[in-house]
């Protein structure tokens, strides 16, 4: 931290500026350019830097150069970035509000809720058009949150272990839900629904990058007014009750807000494992910061994530395309394995 003194008339105001988090802020952001730089100029039809730029300013070196760029490989590079974002950002709402490292929309069933419904659709009433996924995705991610929070209620108090045991639980029979709709629903109709739940962006065009942008746009007040019960929700329900905070009444509003986080990039590229459990942790470990501080490097941490993701995944065997679920999920399980050990041998001291 930093100490900087604003005067004023009536005397001086200090405050403290964690000039180190937002540096490691500034190279998250610098880090995400570059890679949606490499994203735009990667690809089996070759385009060089010069022939981006003239693209990206309206001056095309060919009609096939402006398709890649603005029909493919750019609102697909935005889609990447936002969704990571908006997966890290839910994420580290969700540590929060429960109290519990091992938190996450994908884990505890709000992915598998999501993906369920958007599923069920596409298999059973495949006239409905896509621009009912994020509202079909928020009410399956908002209908198994409310179940897991009540069950995680019954006779401990909404225990946090409980809540995330409870989780992975629901998550299971979700999930088996979803397989027995992709074996017994129409094949083309499965396929398609399959590729989607394989979690990747290659498919992503403008609408989904506006349907992006547009939760990132609703949300951003509502994770500023979040900063302030986030924070005394740290110390404890009892700590965060003296201080004037309304416990339960934040606690909803605050899983509500993440899991609209997670449908809104649910609906937009399918789930995505683990990006949500990994990203906090890892601005947790690079930068020490507040609350509001902490969401902006979660933010630009998952998107980091995602999108070096989606281009190791069409880069490193191309044309074979790998999506970016899987390659979040290689980075994430030995993460998630060494989370549970430290925990446990945090329980053990």
Request: net charge positive; hydrophobic share 60%.
């Amino acid at each position: 931290m930093t100490g900087a003194v604003w005067q004023r008339l009536d005397g001086p105001v200090t405050f403290a500026l964690p000039l180190g988090a937002l540096g490691i802020l500034a190279l998250l952001v610098a880090a995400n350019v570059g890679v949606l730089a490499t994203s735009l100029l990667t690809g089996t039809y070759p385009i060089d830097l010069a022939g981006v730029l003239a693209t990206l300013f309206a001056n095309p070196p060919s009609e096939t150069a402006e398709t890649v760029v603005w029909d493919f490989r750019f609102p697909r590079s935005l889609a990447a970035a936002m969704t990571g974002a908006l997966f890290a950002l839910s994420g580290a709402v969700l540590q929060n509000v429960t109290r519990n490292p091992l938190a996450d929309p994908s884990l505890v069933g709000v992915s598998q809720g999501a993906g369920f419904a958007v599923v069920a659709v596409m298999i059973a009433f495949p006239g409905i058009g896509l621009g009912w996924r994020p509202l079909l995705a928020f009410g399956g991610a908002l209908a198994v949150a409310a179940l897991i929070q009540w069950i995680a209620m019954q006779r401990t108090g909404g225990a946090t272990m409980r809540f995330i045991l409870t989780g992975i639980g629901v998550a299971a029979f979700i999930t088996a839900g979803t397989n027995t709709l992709l074996t017994y629903g129409d094949i083309d109709r499965a396929i398609a629904a399959l590729g989607w739940l394989a979690g990747s962006v290659h498919a992503a065009g403008w609408g989904e990058v506006r349907s992006l942008a547009l939760c990132i746009l609703l949300c951003t007040p509502a994770l500023v007014w979040a900063a302030r019960p986030m924070a005394a929700l740290r110390f404890g329900p009892e700590v965060a009750t003296g201080l004037g905070i309304a416990v339960r009444r934040d606690r909803i509003i605050l899983i509500t807000l993440s899991v609209a986080l997670a449908a809104f990039a649910v609906a937009a590229v399918g789930p995505l494992g683990f990006v949500g459990l990994v990203a906090p942790h890892i601005a947790r470990r690079i930068a020490r910061s507040g609350v509001g501080l902490h969401l902006a490097l979660s933010a630009a941490t998952g998107a980091l994530m995602v999108s070096l993701a989606d281009l190791l995944g069409r880069a490193l065997f191309a044309p074979v395309q790998i999506p970016a679920g899987l390659v979040t999920a290689v980075i994430g399980v030995p993460v998630f394995v060494w989370l549970i050990l430290r925990s446990q041998a945090r329980s053990q001291l």
